[in-house]
């Protein structure tokens, strides 16, 4: 396990620093504190996660796929792992990762 307490204080300041749409530098600033919390505990899904979402926002959709595939290697409840299952489904989908797509979609619907 790693520094759950420093990710966890990344991630809290990702979250601030995301939410001052006012400065342009912010969402910059909250991406690389998100991906710092990975950093700093790598076993804990909540960072890879978001960074996830954050890379399908902008577009980046294998970073975005292989960021949820690393959450799905980390300790979730049924209900985080459902989330994270139909973000990778929806967007293994929309890169044409059709098998992939299917699975997780599945898995997440049976689990949530």
């Known amino acids: 396990m790693g520094d759950r307490k420093t990710a966890t204080a990344f991630f809290n300041q990702a979250v601030m620093s995301s939410q001052q749409k006012d400065d342009p530098k912010s969402f910059i600033l909250s991406c690389q504190l998100f991906a710092s919390a990975c950093m700093a505990d790598?076993?804990?899904?909540?960072?890879?996660?978001?960074?996830?979402?954050?890379?399908?926002?902008q577009k980046l959709y294998y970073t975005a796929l292989a960021n949820w595939r690393r959450?799905?290697?980390?300790?979730?409840?049924p209900k985080?792992?459902?989330r994270i299952l139909a973000n990778l489904g929806w967007r293994a989908h929309t890169v044409g990762y059709t098998i992939e797509a299917e699975q997780a979609s599945i898995e997440a619907i049976k689990l949530d």
């Open 80 to 82: 985080e792992r459902s």
């Open 42 to 57: 790598p076993t804990w899904f909540q960072g890879f996660y978001q960074s996830g979402n954050n890379a399908s926002d």
């Open 71 to 77: 959450a799905l290697e980390c300790e979730s409840t």
